[in-house]
């Protein structure tokens, strides 16, 4: 029975290379991004994030290498990349002087919608990120969350199947920035492409599927958040103990392990996964010691943001 072949990714690029007068900005950068995901850029100030997005938006050129966007090319087929994507700032492009409902219909306008369909799509998207009661009001009377909500359903008029987001939650408060996280999850489910820059870890964390690390104009790591977790030192089991006793003949199973005496803890360090973990337990059973309480610590996306990148000033 005949195979269907799998769908081909949202982005790919190879060999990317951009040099800003004797700056070399982008020193042959490799992406696979599928289709329906969630892909988040990382790196230190002036890594090069924003001029990756810049490229594969069409906004500039490559001085080297091949990019796709949405099965287009991205030097060849500008405009059918440009009618495919859909792209937010750092900073919001809404219009202060116009309404939420006006900036939106003047949206469906550049994208030639015609004026019932337009209007429509407009009413659809204020409800969609809850608006309405704001449609009538000038935008420049927007919170920071409302004007980034208005900014990101001005993208989406156009129906783009591939999104860039360019740390789209600068300046946003906690509450307003989960809510931000909870529409972009909406949209993934609806199998639109994310490509996503944050300066917030937690943000990728949280949002990515495959996160990218970008230092010195290289792609220096690149993995799932849990996959690039389990890459740098720091993940260790703890382990509590009922008394001295117990703590003691832990600590002489594990030669490596920190001991605190005065928590009756023992920190093994080493990998927190399932067979690591079983490891520990089968040491301590092979020992005749009993723990009271156990608990996993695997390094964050800081610790890993922090091994991975130079300390170099920005750039």
Do not use: C
């Not at 790919?12 to 599928?34: N, Q």
């Not at 990349?81 to 469906?108: K, P």
């Not at 409800?127 to 004007?147: E, I, W």
């Not at 492409?193 to 937690?202: N, S």
């Amino acid at each position: 029975m005949a195979t269907t072949p799998p769908a081909p990714p949202a982005i790919e690029a190879s060999g990317l290379r951009k040099s800003f007068g004797d700056h070399l900005v982008l020193d042959g950068i490799d992406l696979h991004i599928p289709a329906g995901s969630v892909f988040a850029l990382l790196g230190p100030n002036g890594a090069g994030k924003t001029t990756v997005v810049r490229i594969l938006t069409t906004l500039i050129r490559a001085d080297g290498g091949r990019a796709r966007v949405a099965g287009h090319l991205v030097d060849a087929e500008a405009d059918a990349v440009r009618a495919a994507i859909g792209v937010t700032g750092q900073y919001s492009a809404v219009d202060g002087l116009l309404t939420g409902r006006e900036n939106l219909i003047l949206m469906a306008d550049l994208h030639r919608l015609g004026r019932a369909e337009g209007r429509a799509r407009a009413d659809e998207l204020l409800a969609a990120f809850d608006l309405r009661d704001a449609a009538g009001k000038p935008a420049a009377t927007y919170s920071g969350g409302m004007k980034r909500r208005l900014d990101l359903a001005m993208t989406l008029v156009g129906r783009p199947g591939v999104i860039f987001l360019d740390e789209p939650t600068t300046g946003l408060d906690p509450r307003s920035r989960r809510a931000m996280w909870q529409t972009i999850r909406d949209l993934v489910a609806t199998g639109v492409t994310i490509f996503l820059t944050t300066q917030y870890l937690e943000e990728a964390d949280r949002l990515a599927d495959r996160v990218a690390v970008l230092d010195g104009g290289r792609v220096i790591a690149e993995g799932t958040p849990d996959e690039l977790k389990r890459s740098v030192p720091g993940g260790h089991v703890l382990l509590t103990f009922a008394g001295p006793a117990d703590l003691g003949a832990a600590a002489a199973l594990f030669p490596g392990a920190a001991r605190d005496d005065e928590a009756l803890t023992l920190q093994v360090p080493g990998d927190t996964g399932v067979d690591a973990l079983r490891g520990v337990l089968d040491t301590l059973d092979g020992g005749g010691v009993k723990a009271t309480a156990l608990s996993l610590h695997t390094p964050g996306l800081d610790d890993v943001f922090l091994a991975l990148t130079s300390t170099k000033a920005a750039r």
